[in-house]
């Protein structure tokens, strides 16, 4: 089935630290990737959604210049978090869909990375 | 607007039924999702319904009304290991992200 590879797992890091986070599909074609962020026993919300060629298109309220979305080719997209504080911290996790599917395929998910900032 | 409702928090007994409901008003709909996620872990795809009616997998099973804007997942022969939230979403077109309650976090007790 279709994968998803997410790295790193967990970041700790200094407050003002830039983070880069990769998202990859590993056995399909993604031209369209999600990024989701969520907070403790909080549900899943929408960041944005990574189109590849083209600029992300950001959720109500998340700052694109904070919030970097790359997504340089159809199998990888990457969020830098730029100049992170506390209030950044939360899980964060990709998802894809292979673009051949039809719509009834599910959004794969990656297995999230963990934010720490201190 | 977007909204989707599910309870908040259930426990149920092992061995036991439960129904986790969710209703849902969105500006369209393509389908609905039911996903489990373990705490810390990213979400697994458990069911897919977009027409209405019963869809069954193993222990797991999903109902949609669209008229109705509700859903529900029926987990049977409860286990130990169930123990997790349950996300319902909805895809409200074509090619657009899942929008996703804010889940049901299930116990389940011995």
């Known amino acids: 089935g279709a994968v998803v590879s997410q790295h790193p797992s967990w970041v700790i890091c200094k407050s003002g630290t830039s983070v880069k986070i990769e998202c990859r599909s590993l056995d399909f074609q993604a031209t369209t990737m999600f990024w989701y962020r969520q907070f403790p026993k909080q549900s899943l919300m929408l960041m944005a959604t990574?189109?590849?060629?083209?600029?992300?298109?950001?959720e109500q309220g998340v700052e694109k210049d904070k919030f970097l979305i790359n997504h340089a080719s159809l199998t990888l997209s990457t969020l830098t978090v730029t100049s992170a504080h506390p209030e950044d911290s939360s899980f964060y996790i990709c998802?894809?869909?292979?673009?051949?599917?039809?719509?009834?395929?599910?959004?794969?998910f990656g297995d999230g990375t963990r934010l720490s900032i201190l | 607007g977007q909204n989707i409702d599910q309870p908040t928090e259930m426990t149920a007994t092992e061995g036991a039924i439960v129904q986790i409901n969710c209703t849902y008003q969105?500006?369209?709909?393509?389908?609905l999702f039911w996903y489990q996620q373990h705490a810390g872990e990213a979400p697994t795809f458990l069911s897919y319904n977009v027409l209405d009616g019963l869809e069954e997998k193993g222990r797991f099973s999903s109902f949609l009304s669209r008229s109705k804007g509700y859903s529900y997942l029926l987990l049977k022969e409860l286990q130990m290991k169930d123990s997790a939230s349950y996300l319902c979403?909805?895809?409200?077109?074509?090619?657009?992200?899942?929008?996703f309650g804010k889940g049901t976090r299930l116990s389940v007790i011995a």
């Open positions: 990574s189109n590849e060629g083209s600029k992300a298109t950001y």
């Open positions: 979403a909805v895809r409200d077109g074509g090619n657009t992200p899942l929008v």
């Open positions: 969105t500006s369209g709909f393509n389908g």
């Open positions: 998802s894809a869909r292979d673009g051949r599917e039809y719509s009834n395929q599910p959004q794969h």
